[in-house]
């Protein structure tokens, strides 16, 4: 079995025995799934396994509210909030509470194992309705100016040093901690004390409201563009 060590131990984390078999056989090509079928053993996994990503059914923990919690104690965990139905209000939630993406319940095997493998190399994963409706609720809030981060007037973002501003720029052109330093030629330590610096000052929780951001005020609209 060809497992890339690079992604580090994932743990899946779900209270359906079937859906717990189905994703440990979907990521076994990437890595060494670790499994949780309870709160009890999620706290025992991320703990001994000290894992990079989780994939994570919002049902064990009792939807988004339970997933805020995880992210304060573990920010650094990059978490896949899986739901199971298609509600839109519930996707947009997971990934304010920190959330790294979303998935349903229903993807296939090739699918989870793209997101998983994207989001553990700090990449992002949610639907373009999600974005969409995220971008929404950021402009909305004002958070997000209706200009480039470039330019000179007063926005939103202008509370962030030179520096944040790189580094939120380069976030929002889907870069990972380890690129960001080798562009800025600084540590990964460092560009995750930007970053959280960055989320305290605009009231983010991760990588993914921020990149949206960013290409929101990028864009001047609430309009999600690739």
């Known amino acids: 079995m060809d497992i890339d060590r690079t992604l580090g ?24 799934p670790r499994t949780a079928a309870s709160v009890r053993e999620l706290e025992i996994a991320i703990r001994n396994h000290r894992p990079i990503s989780l994939l994570l059914d919002l049902d064990l923990i009792g939807g988004p509210r339970g997933l805020g919690q995880i992210h304060q104690t573990y920010p650094d965990l990059r978490v896949m909030a899986v739901t199971a139905d298609d509600s839109l209000e519930e996707a947009v ?44 609720q950021l402009v909305s809030n004002d958070t997000s100016p209706p200009s480039s981060l470039a330019d000179g007037g007063k926005t939103g973002l202008d509370v962030l040093s030179e ?15 380890k690129s960001i330093a080798r562009r800025l030629d600084i540590s990964e330590n460092t ?11 605009l009231g983010l929780t991760g990588m993914l409201q921020l990149g949206l951001l960013v290409r929101a005020a990028r864009a001047g609209s609430t309009a999600y563009r690739h």
Do not use: Q
């Open 191 to 201: 560009v995750r004390n930007h970053l959280r610096n960055i989320y305290r000052k």
């Open 163 to 177: 520096r944040e501003r790189e580094v939120a720029n380069l976030v929002s052109d889907g870069l990972c901690y």
């Open 93 to 136: 939630a997971a990934i304010k509470a920190g959330a790294h993406g979303h998935l349903h319940r229903g993807a296939e095997a090739s699918l989870v194992r793209r997101a998983v493998r994207l989001m553990s190399e700090d990449g992002l994963w949610a639907e373009r309705r999600v974005l969409e409706a995220i971008i929404f």
């Open 9 to 32: 131990p994932i743990v899946v984390a779900t209270a359906d025995p079937h859906l717990l078999r189905r994703w440990v056989e979907a990521l076994a090509p990437l890595a060494e």
